[in-house]
């Protein structure tokens, strides 16, 4: 019966009860939307950044990771495919040679990370294909087409079908370069990778620089799932002990660095609103036990305990808080739902949030065990909420209580 | 038998530099089926007397004994419990819970306690018909007059199957024909099932109908006569 009366309670003085309940719903979901905004962001910016730049995992030799010579290659680079292949979670890879390079236009010229591609590999574990707006990807090599970034292009004023020179080092420490034409412009949601990054045919490649027909600086691997990808990697590193292997979190530390921010973010915003949601509450709880005094008087003289007293009040709080709480979870829930599959355009800042590598489109997104983690954390800011004014009823002295008018 | 027993009851307020005596002295003895007032003039210590009867304050000296039980060595948890299974109370305001229905808040007397559903039913239904309004079990307090919110709270106040029950001034907000009608039932109750009733009065128009008469002036017991 405490819960029913707890329940009824709530129910007395409905116009309070509805406004307490409407800040509760309003504050819920005006925080959830928006940590689903942010949320959903960081993560299309994590999966943005895996898909075009960084894959799940990259493989390299230790002395490019140190040097990013062109020599520096991986030993042995078949042997480590067919051990990749064998293990579960791996789904594709691509061997890349990945050299610096200075990419000159009839007008002007700048620094540029040159990736060597099999385009049939590469497509299984980059979308940059996908991203080709002008023109088409890369096919087979003897043509010395390469793909480049729309910012780059715009930078090196050059378009579709123009010629740059790259010049690298070659194989035999001398320099050397070609002229190679414009077969494709991407453009991804991030600007500074597409100022930098072109992409040509490793078979073109290794005749510029005198590769040898193997040789490869970094495999990209890609996982079934991107969670999982840490995992991964240390099975790989136990593997290929000679080799580093990386998972996106450590080849991109600033994208775990905006995931872990965006955890610790979204739980002090969390707790911040339900913080100065407990104050509310704590208001109307000690305004209802002011309102009260008389009634829990009798229940102390006609022998309720102190215990039931306490329960009772607490049963009432956090109902309060768990229905507000539920309201304003459907609520955050059905916009998610809705925003995070139609998207918000946000294409009016698009330049910003591309210089930042953030897409235009964000679709807002939640974990359910979000929902769960907020449930708990509603029903303690109810018990946390209802310990001064259920403190206060206990110091009521039966005998005066009963007679308040 | 006697159920309660009172010697050389003093209640003291000091709460400024003169204390005041509200019971000064007070030796009494109630016996089971009693149906006795406790009347006289207001600041007379009628209510303070109830309420120490009640375990719902403490005396300043003597020694109250119910039933075999020093009320002075319970502690305040003990005395709470000890309200629960041998105390009933009816109140001036009625006090009875709005939320709940006329049933309800006499089930809920008998859920503290710990009774199952089916019992607790039963004994508010039967309660209800004692008091005269079995067809008022589902309305809540609201929707009933101040004469059938009281017979509700006799009701309450019997569930419990208390040893007796203390009502203090139960027919000060009640009209004539309504104070008259509850101290009509209270007797009745008194009479057909032997509950003892001890409640406080000024009112002159059913002082009479008790069997024994407690006058209090100035904290002191300034006559006990038996009608």
Excluded at chain 1, 258 to 271: A, D, G, N, Q
Excluded at chain 1, 300 to 320: H, S
Excluded at chain 2, 39 to 47: A, C, D, E, L, N
């Amino acid at each position: 019966m405490i819960f029913s009366i707890a329940w009824r309670n709530i129910w007395r003085s409905p116009q309070r009860s509805l406004v307490v309940l409407c800040a509760i719903c309003l504050g819920l979901f005006g925080g959830v939307f928006s940590m689903a905004f942010t949320n959903g962001m960081s993560l299309q910016r994590i999966r943005s950044a895996i898909s075009t730049e960084v894959a799940d995992i990259q493989i390299h030799s230790p002395e490019f990771l140190a040097k990013g010579e062109i020599l520096d290659t991986i030993p042995a680079p078949r042997a480590v495919i067919a051990r990749l292949s064998a293990l579960p979670g791996v789904s594709h890879w691509s061997s890349r040679i990945k050299i610096n390079a200075m990419a000159a236009s009839a007008t002007t010229g700048t620094g540029v990370v040159l990736y060597g591609i099999d385009p049939a590999d590469e497509r299984a574990v980059s979308s940059i294909a996908d991203r080709v707006g002008q023109g088409g990807y890369l096919a087979d090599g003897g043509r010395n087409d390469i793909v480049v970034g729309a910012k780059l292009a715009q930078k090196l004023r050059v378009r579709l079908g123009s010629k740059i020179v790259l010049t690298m080092q070659a194989a035999d420490g001398a320099i050397t370069g070609g002229a190679f034409k414009i077969a494709g412009i991407y453009k991804t949601d991030n600007s500074a990778f597409d100022e930098t990054a072109v992409f040509s045919v490793a078979a073109d490649l290794r005749v510029l620089t005198g590769l040898s027909k193997d040789a490869v600086q970094e495999i990209a691997v890609r996982t079934a799932d991107s969670r999982a990808a840490p995992a991964a990697a240390a099975r790989l590193q136990a593997m290929f002990g000679s080799l580093v292997v990386e998972s996106w979190e450590k080849s991109s530390p600033e994208l775990a660095l905006l995931e872990s921010i965006m955890t610790y973010m979204m739980f002090l915003f969390l707790v911040i609103i339900l913080v100065a949601l407990a104050f509310g509450i704590v208001n109307t709880m000690l305004m209802a036990i002011l309102e009260r005094t008389r009634e829990l008087g009798m229940l102390m003289a006609i022998g309720m305990t102190k215990t039931r007293i306490f329960a009772m009040i607490m049963v009432e709080t956090v109902l309060l808080c768990l229905t507000g709480g539920a309201a304003g979870m459907a609520a955050s829930a059905a916009a998610i739902a809705y925003f995070g599959n139609k998207g918000i355009d946000l294409s009016s800042v698009s330049r910003g949030l591309s210089a930042l590598g953030y897409g235009s489109l964000v679709y807002p997104q939640m974990d359910v065990a979000f929902y769960v983690a907020l449930s708990i954390l509603i029903m303690a800011t109810g018990i946390a909420s209802s310990v001064y004014p259920a403190l206060r009823a206990l110091r009521l002295q039966p005998a005066k209580a009963i007679r308040t008018i | 038998m006697s159920i309660i027993t009172i010697k050389n009851l003093t209640k003291v307020y000091d709460e400024t530099s003169v204390p005041v005596y509200a019971l000064n002295g007070i030796d009494l003895t109630f016996e089971e089926g009693e149906f006795t007032a406790i009347v006289g003039p207001s600041g007379s210590g009628k209510t303070t007397l109830l309420n120490i009867l009640g375990g719902l304050d403490v005396p300043s000296g003597g020694a109250i004994d119910i039933a075999g039980t020093n009320m002075g060595t319970l502690s305040s948890r003990d005395l709470t419990r000890f309200r629960l299974h041998n105390i009933g109370f009816v109140f001036q305001s009625y006090n009875l819970i709005p939320v709940l229905s006329a049933q309800e808040n006499i089930e809920f007397i008998m859920q503290l306690q710990g009774k199952p559903r089916a019992q607790r039913s039963a004994r508010a239904q039967e309660l209800l018909a004692q008091v005269g309004i079995p067809d008022r079990a589902a309305s809540r307090p609201g929707q009933l007059s101040g004469g059938q919110q009281q017979r509700v709270a006799v009701a309450r106040a019997l569930a419990s199957r208390p040893r007796f029950v203390l009502a203090d001034e139960p027919t000060a907000n009640l009209d004539s024909k309504s104070a008259e009608n509850l101290l009509d039932i209270m007797g009745k109750l008194n009479k057909d099932e032997n509950v003892t009733f001890i409640f406080s009065t000024h009112d002159a128009r059913v002082m009479h109908k008790a069997r024994r008469i407690i006058t209090l002036e100035d904290g002191k017991v300034l006559k006990d006569q038996t009608v």
